[in-house]
C-alpha cells in the first residue's frame, strides 16, 4: 500500500484533468450567450461610407480627441479578465516536496517543544524535615528540593509528608502537667519528585 506522500502525483493529476474538462465544458456552453463584437478592420458599411463629392471639413484643434474605443465585452475578455482575478486570490501551491519538508519542520518544532515541557522525572524517599517559615507554616517545597539534591537532583515537589509531634523531656516527668509550649508538630517530606 502506498503512504500519502507516494499517492499525491496521481491524485494531483486527476484534479488537474477534472478541472480541465469542467473549464472546456464552461467555455463551450456559453460561447453561444455571448457573442463577439465584430472587430473594425477598417471596413466600413455602404451608409458609413463617404460621398467622395462633398469635402470632409478639417479637424479644428479645439476638439477633443475622439474616445478610445469601448472594450470588447466579448466572452473571452470576461474569461480573461476571470483569470487574471483568480491568480491573485488563490494561494500558490507548493511542490510535494516542499509540502513535506514544511510538515518536517513543524512536526519538528513541536517534538522539541514537548521535551522542553516534559522533563524525565524521578521519584525519590527519604526524610527531610520541613523548616518553619516567617508565618509558622512548615515550608514543605525547600524540604522537597533540599531531598532531591542530596540524591543528586536540582529541584523536587513533595509528594508525602509525614508529621510528628516533638516534646521536650520535661513532659515525660512523672507527675508533671503538660503545658502548651512543651511539644510542638514537625512535619516531614518522605517522597518527592525530583527533576
Known amino acids: ?8 502525483p496521481a491524485r494531483f493529476r486527476t484534479r ?19 457573442p463577439q463584437a465584430a472587430p473594425s478592420l477598417g471596413i466600413q458599411s455602404p451608409a458609413q461610407q463617404s460621398i467622395p463629392d462633398r469635402p470632409q471639413p478639417a479637424p479644428q484643434q479645439n476638439e477633443p480627441a475622439p474616445p478610445s474605443p ?17 491568480k491573485s486570490m488563490l494561494p500558490t501551491i507548493k511542490s510535494p516536496q516542499e509540502a513535506i519538508e ?10 522539541e517543544g514537548l521535551s ?3 522533563k524525565p522525572s524521578l521519584m525519590v524517599t527519604g526524610r527531610m524535615a520541613c523548616p518553619v517559615s516567617s508565618n509558622g507554616a512548615p515550608d514543605c517545597k525547600a524540604a522537597a528540593d533540599k531531598l532531591c539534591q542530596s540524591k543528586g537532583h536540582t529541584e523536587g515537589k513533595s509528594l508525602d509528608t509525614d508529621a510528628a509531634e516533638k516534646c521536650s523531656a520535661k ?18 517530606v518522605t517522597r518527592a519528585l525530583c527533576q
Open 1 to 8: 500500500m502506498l503512504d500519502s506522500t507516494g499517492n499525491f
Open 16 to 34: 488537474v484533468a477534472t478541472a480541465g474538462a469542467v473549464f472546456s465544458i464552461c467555455v463551450l456552453a456559453t460561447s453561444a450567450a455571448w
Open 70 to 86: 469601448p472594450e470588447n465585452p466579448g466572452l473571452i475578455n470576461e474569461l480573461g479578465k476571470l483569470w487574471d482575478k483568480s
Open 102 to 111: 514544511d510538515l518536517n519542520a513543524r512536526t519538528k518544532d513541536a517534538g
Open 116 to 118: 522542553r515541557l516534559t
Open 171 to 188: 513532659v515525660y516527668l512523672p507527675g508533671r502537667k503538660r503545658e502548651p509550649g512543651d511539644c510542638r508538630t514537625e512535619n516531614y
